[in-house]
């Protein structure tokens, strides 16, 4: 089974400032990792996500995240941030080996506030 | 391009009453359906499963049930809601034979009272 730990309840940081949210995973198997974003009162929209290949992962709205699988980690980053990025950021694993249905493990989330 | 349709967006129920929120979706077919609750402060928590129509996984004992009619919706329900099953839930998809990438609806804030 896979877990999911995000340390961070909450960042606040100044706009134009880098960010780094941090993800930790726990797995004895291969995984697929993703970042989703949910601003309030709507549905989580993917960020991006690793499945094999470059550990450096490009998604949307300049956010990127590096897979480090002797850290088990997969920390998302921004290098300057928008107001509009105030929102909440989950972090997710799912097994790598498995076919057909997958299921999605979800962190507690990272609350992202962005102040002028 | 595939939809997902999530309704109704927000509801206020009185304890003891039914629940039925109902989630479509289009542009695909035989996708893997869930349905998720969000707590405060406890991310988002696997309710139910369907890999097929009459196929429902339970992942947590609890006051809810779910249902696949069709291909493409999936209905979760209640007989008799408790004040514990207020939250944000929440529908989504992926593909049959994807890579666990999940498509989530926008979401029903549920308030029991």
């Known amino acids: 089974a896979q877990s999911v730990t995000q340390l961070d309840s909450q960042v606040p940081v100044f706009e134009e400032a880098p960010v780094e949210l941090r993800c930790n995973y726990s797995s004895s198997v291969s995984v697929y990792l993703f970042w989703y974003v949910q601003y309030p009162n709507q549905g989580l929209q993917l960020l991006l996500k690793?499945?094999?290949?470059?550990?450096l992962v490009k998604g949307i709205n300049g956010f990127e995240a590096e897979f480090n699988k002797s850290q088990t980690s997969f920390h998302l980053r921004k290098p300057s941030v928008h107001i509009s990025d105030t929102a909440e950021y989950f972090c997710a694993v799912s097994d790598a080996g498995s076919t057909g249905f997958q299921k999605l493990v979800f962190g507690t989330g990272t609350r992202l506030l962005v102040s002028p | 391009s595939q939809t997902i349709h999530q309704w109704p967006a927000t509801l206020v129920q009185p304890v003891g009453s039914p629940l039925s929120l109902e989630c479509t979706v289009e542009g695909t077919s035989n996708p893997n359906l869930y349905w998720y609750r969000q707590a405060a402060g406890r991310g988002l928590q696997l309710l139910f499963y369907?890999?097929?129509?009459?196929?429902i996984s339970s992942e947590v004992p609890q006051n809810l049930s779910a249902s696949r009619p069709q291909d493409r919706q999936f209905i979760l329900s209640s007989k008799k809601l408790l004040l514990s099953d207020s939250g944000f839930y929440l529908c989504?998809?992926?593909?049959?034979?994807?890579?666990?990438?999940?498509?989530f609806g926008q979401g029903t804030r549920l308030t029991v009272v």
């Open positions: 989504a998809w992926s593909p049959l034979q994807g890579k666990a990438e999940a498509f």
């Open positions: 369907s890999v097929g129509i009459g196929q």
């Open positions: 690793y499945l094999s290949g470059s550990t």
